[in-house]
């Protein structure tokens, strides 16, 4: 008896035995309670448990054949190997998710990802391979989304990198006008002040810009950052912390030094 005959669901009586089909999930991994313990991780900025945490996930829901639960988890893994620099990693997640999408994908998740893979290919040097991707993420957007919708922040903030990238400065600069006009009316102002801050990171390199024109971007990054409205969370920690390099890198040590460790007591705390 071949071993594969053992590998068999039970029925019932009136539909007999049957094998179970080759491509068909034998089960589904918990992808809220997944998303909601990484959160937890990010919130502590616990980044070793948040990597083995997607790790076991990832081979549980290929155990289970459950390609939707592991292109959540990839998706995950994307930007997680991108925060910790493992280029291999992340550019192994990213053919995988691209893979899990398919040749079609029609909703605003998939843009996403191709966002979330696109900015991936971006941060290790790819910029030009990644432009496909923003295309193809912008036009789910459009489909979906209305104009002003927050995700098109994201993705014009992240467009205006490569494009900078490539020295297409006056595309790019378009770019995160556009996402400044969304985000400065929504709640998530914090997103404007990475944006401000791209801007001035971008304009040494263009000839047409000034030191005016950083030193008022980075006093419109600060404004945001030090309002005393901004919630004393995680997301807010995340983005000190990533913001307090770029004052440092123009002279401002002191003001870094203040948003790392205002960030570091925000995570301690959660």
Known sequence: MDIEDLKFNFGCASCGYKKQAADKPLGHIPVSRVIEKLDECF???DM???????DYWRKEAVSLRDS?????????????????????????????AL????????????????????????AFGKAEEALPL????????????????????????NYGLALA??????????????????????????????????MAQMYPYWDEKSAADIKLCLEKAREILE?????????YA?????????????????????METLSEEIYAGN
Not at 241 to 258: L, N, V, W, Y
């Open 43 to 45: 919130s502590r900025n």
């Open 48 to 54: 070793p448990e948040a990597g083995r945490l997607l």
């Open 68 to 96: 939707r639960g592991e292109l959540t988890v990839v998706s995950e893994q994307i930007g997680y190997f991108r925060k910790t620099g493992e280029k291999e990693q992340a550019l192994e997640a990213v053919s995988r």
């Open 99 to 122: 893979e899990l999408i398919g040749q079609d994908p029609d909703n605003v998740s998939y843009g996403t990802i191709l966002l979330n893979a696109a900015t991936t290919l971006k």
């Open 134 to 157: 923003y295309d193809q993420a912008f036009a789910l957007y459009k489909a979906h989304l209305a104009e002003d919708d927050v995700l098109f922040a994201g993705y014009y903030n």
């Open 165 to 198: 990238d490539l020295d297409r400065y006056v595309e790019a600069e378009a770019a995160y006008q556009k996402a400044l006009s969304i985000v400065l009316k929504k709640e998530n102002r914090l997103g404007g002040a990475i944006t401000y801050l791209n």
């Open 227 to 235: 309002s005393p409205e901004n919630e004393q969370n995680g997301y």
């Open 238 to 258: 995340f983005v000190l912390s990533k913001c307090a390099p770029a004052f440092r890198e123009f002279g401002k040590p002191d003001i870094a030094a203040k």
